[in-house]
């Protein structure tokens, strides 16, 4: 178990060490260690870091940010990231978003030709303290095939959307459009565990429960046609309406990318909750709703009804006091590429 | 088979008759004959016609429409329906979001103690023309549980998002948030045929595919319990943020429910292209996403891979050519109707 304070200092002290400004490096690192204490581990340190150190190294990513806001008007904005580091464009977007909808009111921004933006809940939650309904999307390399289809052309797609309370926990839904992601699927196939049906296709489109099958095949959207519809919406807001990649066009992502920038594009909003009602009265009645939804009848076996967001609160709270946990694979990396920076890693 | 507008012009003298002025039938036909055009019969004159007349002569829903704006902001509007027709209030507050989002920007308006206001798709499509990407969604009585719940909480809280192209036929995604709709179930129960896996769960929140037992049960979210979040972020902005009913708190729905105000909320928004791109670059970046969709490689057995909406579309011209069918038994409703109101329904 590692302290998130140690793994937060070293961190951005590789990001510096790489080039990453130290605003950059402090900003990017909160948003991995706020993935890695919430539990999402697979947008933390321990899956992102040395992906993020590898292609700024390789310059596929650039280290240093320069940002343009190339279109502006009063309840939007239009950011062309220009390769920087995704948390940086989405930093600055979700701010324009909450800036412009503080008057009160609505506001949409978006970056363009960005990089991975870490986990979409940590922007959709910057609207939290001001009062305001926050969301974040993001389109993604493809994995999945339009309904019918047997060619990959939309990526996990996610989004999140935060909405706040008063005492109760806020609401934080942040979701991938695929009923499974693909490390779920790899899982099974170590474990040689059969899938659940409506998980994923093979590679000519048929459904398949045999995980090594559907390892080469393609992932599942939510809902069959549902998902698929909103798995392309996400595709043309994030990518289209941007000037960014998407469908086909993706070279690949992250760690099956070394060679050129991902160039996605991502949207932000901000709901000013007092647009529409007086903040204590809005706050109150989302308590009310969240205690009537989590007292209600229990399935059979079932212990909690739990809130989006929930688990992720209770294990920041956990992680926080206990430390956060780091595979032995993931620690031998750290300390590998601590001794190339000259910036050993903190072992506990 | 029925021609459109012999259907359009009896169901607007119809409305007229029992005290709805002449521009509001004229509105909330167009909504329930675009749907039967549409082929969603369940949101036509083909359901909805006699359940909105019974509703509107035992004094439920108001025939007078009575809005009232109660705040307004650059990008927002909050539109007291105060129990008129839904289809009035939601067209007020679509214009008003298209009219906000003209400047360019984007808009974000909301209706509160409204009632059903027909196929989501309807308000979304109003942007279209207007060069803008339209959204609208609604909450409804519940119908389903939280993950892990058994009490019915959420509605299928449907929303709808259009994305205008070129020479394509624009996207037009309009879904509820559980796997199927209640009728699936009924009609599975009628012949007596075994669900799919994942559409239902009993009364005790365990998953069945036998339809009677889904019958006193529940609908499954789409995507387990990321559908849950989606229902539920739908019924808190839809619900909560306009001060109208949600969760456990309806009084039951259209036909089941002939002594209350429904009291339901809807939102709509509009995106301006312009505020991010050039409307004729990215219409002609959406025909291109399109055709890469629509000639992708297809799964196994499958003709043809359809854009959301595109069904919608073809069926619209075929019965626009042909006719709209309607059922015995509802053809033998229309004729009680005409001849009770004396404005005789006009059989083919």
Redesign the interface.
């Known amino acids: 178990m590692f302290p998130a304070d140690r793994l937060r200092d070293w961190t951005q002290e590789v990001f510096q060490k790489i080039g990453v400004s130290r605003d950059d490096a402090v900003l990017l690192t909160d948003s991995l260690i706020e993935a890695n204490l919430r539990g999402v581990d697979t947008h933390g340190i321990t899956r992102m870091l040395c992906v993020y150190v590898e292609r700024i190294r390789k310059g596929v990513m650039s280290a240093k940010s320069n940002l343009v806001v190339v ?1 502006e ?4 904005a ?1 950011i062309d990231c220009r390769n920087s580091i995704g948390q940086v464009g989405a930093a600055r977007a979700m701010e324009l978003a909450i800036e412009k909808a503080r ?6 921004t ?1 970056v363009s030709h960005s990089n991975h933006f870490g986990a979409s809940a940590y922007w959709a939650m910057k609207a939290l303290p001001q009062g305001m ?1 926050g969301f974040s999307s993001t389109n993604a390399p493809a994995a999945a ?7 990959a ?1 939309f990526g996990t797609n996610p989004f999140a ?1 935060a ?1 706040p309370a008063d005492r109760e926990l806020p ?1 934080v ?1 942040d ?1 991938a ?1 695929t ?1 499974v992601a693909r490390g779920r699927i790899v899982l099974h196939a170590k474990q040689n565990k059969p899938l659940e ?2 998980w994923a ?1 093979d590679e ?3 459904p398949t429960t045999d995980p090594h099958t559907a390892m080469k095949g393609l992932l599942a959207p ?9 798995m ?2 996400v ?3 994030c ?5 960014s990649n ?3 066009h993706f070279p690949g992502f992250l760690a099956d990318n070394m060679t050129e920038p991902t160039d996605v594009g991502s949207v932000f ?1 901000a ?3 007092e ?3 007086d903040l204590p ?2 706050t109150a ?2 308590d009310k ?1 969240l205690q ?2 989590k007292t ?5 076996g ?1 212990k ?5 967001g929930e688990i992720e609160f209770e294990m920041k709270a956990d992680r926080l006091a206990h430390g956060i946990p780091i595979p032995e694979a993931v620690i031998n990396d750290f300390v590998a590429l601590g001794r190339e920076l000259g910036i050993p890693f903190p072992q506990a």
């Open positions: 279109r008007k009063a309840s939007t239009l008057p009160p009111g609505v506001a949409f978006a309904i095939a339009p309904t019918g289809g047997s060619t052309m959307i909405i609401v839904l979701l459009t009923v049906p409506g296709f000519r489109g048929v939510i809902g069959g046609y549902k998902g698929y519809g909103i392309l919406a595709d043309f807001l990518g289209l309406l941007t000037g998407y469908g086909t909003a709901i000013n909750v647009s529409f009602m009265e809005f009645a989302v709703a009537e939804i209600s009848t229990r399935a059979e079932v909690r009804i739990y809130i989006p």
